[in-house]
């Protein structure tokens, strides 16, 4: 191959990864913000029965997506020879598996209405449970979109969805169809996913099918699905447990406040994650070069995290009545736990792609397995003592997975111990300072509109000129990096 041959193609990757981090990002700003529209009416409209009766499944939701996203469309992309035998050999073994699992689950149904003790889980299950059955026929042509980099395709494609599914939901909120306007909301985004992803894909499944292909990928994309179904059983177990031994309600408002916590370090991780990865395979094996990229990650990350997480949680009250009134108040509590949890996740979160770029996956999944089954020990232990207790010892049990992970990170990296203080200290101090100041300061204040504005402002520019006092290098760089790209479009 010549050299200009390898120019070429060095350009249109860059050109691609570049295209594909401006729409990654504006894809996922575009979620939130979507999201958290759609978020507020509905919130507004419905009730926390019916998301409490919704949240009881949230599980089975969560495990839907996870099957459109894990496994097989890694393994995939990861294939340099990947042939229409491949795709179609994947294709026809997941329609047969989500064939299968909806069956089962169909005729589970009241089996699981009689676990929770609601009769009307029954039908409502039996549509939640068509997410498995629709995702299951989108995997290869979600695949094929991924691994030729086509991110403004399925930017858009999750985009359109978002929108159409949302109008959905608030138009069958608006007619009084109560639980029902969640359940379909959520269908009609997966299939509309699978629609579009199949519209915007030129291949298709054929007959007869070879199954051989999936020989060479089932134990890698095995192990991708099992650590993240783990991850999703960990994330929604508390609405399981929840909705067995407590009412709809609460398990609405535990839902609410999830939703909440889990949107905002949804933005930082994601803002993460997109280059941890890549950055990490750069340093290659040279440790000292991965120690001060691992320091000013993690500084960059608690840096974010710690103000905008521990900020949500200081401005709750006055944003759930600002935005989805005052029947949410009970979330608020849940929601200032929840925000410890959320300013934690994106430095788990950082220390997860550093083991998986170093090729020990291995101990994302069995660490996430152990953290499960303590998790579940944590539920089975405090459930009798009230919501917010069990909740409590939920954001502390991550504390100590942060602990477990920093350890691993040290006999992984050598990434040391006073670097990972160093990295946590000063923005977790800063902000917690900073919040204590503008509670005080803000306390005259009784409207509570002017009491949000006052505390997100106030909190913001103390933040900002605690860091400046006591310069902090991320600000610094950040500045001068927002100064070059306003300079350069000048």
């Known amino acids: 191959m010549t050299r200009g041959r390898l120019v070429n193609r060095d350009s249109s990757l860059k050109g691609k990864t570049a295209s594909g981090l401006l ?52 393994a ?71 691994k030729e980099m086509k991110v403004r395709q399925t930017s858009l494609i999750s985009l359109t969805a978002l929108v159409l599914s949302g109008c959905t939901g608030l138009t069958m909120a608006l007619c009084g169809m109560g ?33 051989r292909p999936l020989k060479g990928m089932f134990g890698f994309s095995v192990r991708l699905l099992l650590t993240n179904l783990v991850n999703q059983v960990n994330s929604n177990l508390f609405s399981v447990i929840l909705g067995r031994y407590y009412t709809p309600s609460d398990v609405g408002h535990y839902t609410q406040a999830y939703k909440w916590i889990g949107m905002g370090q949804q933005t930082v991780s994601g803002m993460v994650n997109s280059v941890a990865q890549p950055v990490f395979a750069q340093a290659g094996d040279n440790r000292e070069r991965r120690i001060r990229i691992l320091s000013k990650l993690l500084r960059f990350t ?118 990972f203080l160093k990295g946590i200290l000063p923005y977790a101090g800063a902000t917690l300072l900073v919040i204590g100041g503008m509670y005080y300061a803000t306390l005259p204040i009784g409207n509570t509109w002017l009491l949000l504005t006052a505390k997100v402002i106030g909190t913001a520019l103390l933040y900002v000129a605690v860091m400046k006092v006591c310069h902090s290098d991320i600000l610094d760089e950040c500045r001068i990096y927002f100064k070059a790209k306003f300079m350069s479009n000048d």
């Not at 700003?29 to 979507?34: K, P």
């Not at 029965?49 to 919704?54: I, P, S, T």
């Not at 969560?62 to 496994?71: P, Y």
């Not at 179609?88 to 009241?110: D, E, K, Q």
């Open 23 to 74: 729409w990654g990002g504006f894809s996922n700003g575009m979620q939130q913000l979507l999201g958290l529209f759609f978020g507020i009416f509905l919130a507004r409209t419905l009730d926390t029965h019916d998301y409490g009766m919704v949240g009881m499944l949230a599980i089975f939701s969560a495990l839907a997506n996870t099957l459109q996203e894990s496994g097989f469309t890694a």
């Open 76 to 146: 995939l992309t990861n294939k340099k020879d990947a042939a229409s035998d491949d795709y179609n050999a994947v294709f026809w073994f997941n329609t047969l598996m989500g064939l299968g699992m909806y069956g089962i689950l169909f005729f589970c149904a009241p089996l699981i209405a009689a676990c929770f003790g609601e009769p009307e889980l029954v039908p409502l299950s039996r549509v939640v449970f068509l997410g498995f059955l629709i995702s299951s026929i989108g995997i290869a042509h979600n695949a094929i979109l991924f």
């Open 179 to 211: 639980y029902w306007s969640l359940a379909w909301q959520n269908v009609v985004f997966i299939a509309c996913l699978t629609v579009l992803r199949w519209r915007c894909s030129d291949w298709r499944p054929s007959l007869p099918v070879d199954f």
């Open 302 to 419: 608690s840096f974010v995290s710690f103000p905008a997480l521990l900020g949500l949680g200081f401005v709750s009250r006055e944003f759930i009545l600002v935005t989805i009134g005052e029947k949410w108040l009970p979330a608020v509590p849940l929601m200032q736990l929840l925000c410890v949890f959320g300013a934690l996740w994106p430095v788990l979160s950082l220390y997860f792609q550093v083991a998986v770029s170093m090729g020990r996956s291995d101990l994302y999944f069995w660490s996430n397995l152990m953290f499960g089954a303590m998790q579940s020990g944590i539920a089975c232990l405090m459930f009798r003592f009230g919501i917010l207790r069990m909740v409590g010892a939920y954001v502390c049990g991550y504390i100590l997975l942060l602990l477990v992970w920093q350890v691993l990170m040290n006999r992984l990296t050598g990434f040391p111990y006073k670097a």
